[in-house]
């Protein structure tokens, strides 16, 4: 029999504003939590209502020494970066970018969406790649939404994307670096789902829409939607549920690296000296630069 995780703590997401002034709820890093290793940055983007010509994005920035995950709710992202690769990522599909060594990237709506508004929903998360990977050369995966596998419950009432890792007998079609789980659950009023988490995962839930139910027993603990519920070592199991109304969320987990952890906006290392030089190789062009 499998031992569900208890409830660690809980931490609200923040709204703040990112890259052009696009809007974010961010559950980390923020004063009460830095990083969750092996993730260091968790951004819900939107869901926001753009009309014409209003539509925002982060103009071109550096990455060095971890991964960003894009994944696509709602309307469209534009990508380019500059080693001349470019894209859109649209409802569903997830982009996995491994910066490694350098890379220097925009996230701009396409001109046909700004045109027309519409809305717009979408997450990213930021993996640390351990010491030995953080000068690789960097790589893209990207993943539309109808290669991503999909597995749904034997009763139909919880339906399950496997971004990363394992979840109701399907596996993800992703390759990380490290061991990572990242799964997007989709659960029917008073459906229950137990998923198995390895023993040495952190684990967190994050709530997209509807009221959850995290746990079992006396431990059970409802929590609305934009709150980060981090799960405690103490199972080899999370438990989900919805309440009266359907429940989108999200769950994460991954062995932590526990190397030490220095940033510096968009550059990530373990040391200072690292630091500054990813600032001065960025400043001699040395992770390229995009066309326009």
């Keep these: 029999m499998s031992t569900p995780r208890t409830i660690e703590r809980t931490f609200p997401a923040v709204r703040t504003t990112e890259g052009g002034g696009f809007i974010v709820h961010r559950p980390f890093p923020t004063r009460l939590l830095m990083d969750f290793d092996p993730f260091l940055l968790l951004d819900e983007m939107g869901p926001v209502d753009y009309a014409p010509g209003e539509a925002k994005g982060a103009p071109d920035h550096p990455h060095r020494g971890f ?3 894009t994944y696509a709710l709602e309307g469209e ?4 970066d500059s080693a001349g690769h470019s894209g859109t990522l649209r409802a569903g599909d997830v982009q996995w970018m491994t910066a490694g060594a350098g890379v220097v990237h925009s996230e701009m709506p396409d001109p046909a969406f700004v045109r027309t508004g519409g809305r717009v929903h979408g997450l990213q998360l930021w993996v640390n790649l351990p010491r030995r990977d953080k000068m690789i050369a960097p790589r893209y995966q990207e993943i539309p939404s109808a290669s991503i596998p999909v597995a749904t419950s034997a009763d139909g009432k919880v339906r399950v994307k496997v971004i990363a890792g394992e979840a109701l007998g399907v596996k993800a079609a992703i390759e990380t670096r490290t061991p990572i789980l990242y799964q997007h659950f989709s659960l029917q009023p008073g459906a229950t789902i137990r ?6 995962y952190r684990v967190f839930a994050y709530g997209l829409s509807g009221k959850g139910i995290y746990g079992e027993g006396e431990a059970r603990r ?69 066309a326009h």
């Design 67 to 69: 991964e960003t995950v």
């Design 77 to 80: 992202f534009g990508h380019k």
């Design 195 to 200: 998923q198995p988490v390895p023993a040495d």
């Design 222 to 290: 409802e929590i609305g939607a934009q709150t980060m519920v981090v799960f405690g070592n103490d199972g080899d199991a999370v438990t989900l549920s919805a309440g009266d109304e359907p429940l989108e969320v999200l769950l994460l987990g991954g062995v932590p690296l526990k190397e030490p952890v220095v940033r510096y906006g968009p550059f990530v290392m373990n040391t200072e000296d690292e630091i500054r030089q990813a600032v001065i190789d960025y400043q001699a062009g040395r992770m390229g630069e995009i």
